[in-house]
């Protein structure tokens, strides 16, 4: 089993920037692709980034967030951080990271089996 815990979430304007960690305990996280995901009121949970297993040398983005927000991974403390930039009103939604057993960078949620409780970012315009 692994356990996930976000933080870094708030409230921030528009063009700030909000740092997203996620913590794991159980396992180490280096066998496990991370994502992270967000879901905003009456829309389904949507695909923001995502780092491959072990030194996390691939990457995906959202096209929503490329060239704004940064995924990456510490394994050394069992920690995944996602740096959020150029905010924008459209990026406020519930975050949540999550850990999947995979080759590659999966974007389904359905591949990932492991999931945090979620961390509230909401932008002001």
């Known amino acids: 089993q692994v356990q996930l815990v976000e933080s870094g979430g708030g409230f921030v304007q528009a063009g700030g920037s909000l740092r997203l960690s996620c913590a794991a305990s159980?396992?180490?996280?280096?066998?496990?692709?991370m994502g992270w995901f967000r879901q905003a009121p009456g829309k389904e949970r949507d695909f923001v980034a995502g780092i491959s297993w072990s030194s996390g040398s691939m990457t995906m983005y959202a096209d929503s967030v490329r060239g704004r927000f940064t995924i990456s991974r510490d394994n050394t403390k069992n920690t995944v951080y996602l740096q959020m930039n150029s905010l924008k009103p459209e990026d406020t939604a519930v975050y949540y990271c999550?850990?999947?057993?995979?080759?590659?960078?999966?974007?389904?949620?359905?591949?990932?089996?492991?999931w945090g409780q979620g961390t509230q970012v909401t932008v002001s315009s």
């Open positions: 159980g396992r180490t996280l280096s066998t496990y692709a």
């Open positions: 999550a850990a999947a057993p995979r080759i590659g960078v999966p974007a389904s949620p359905r591949s990932y089996n492991y």
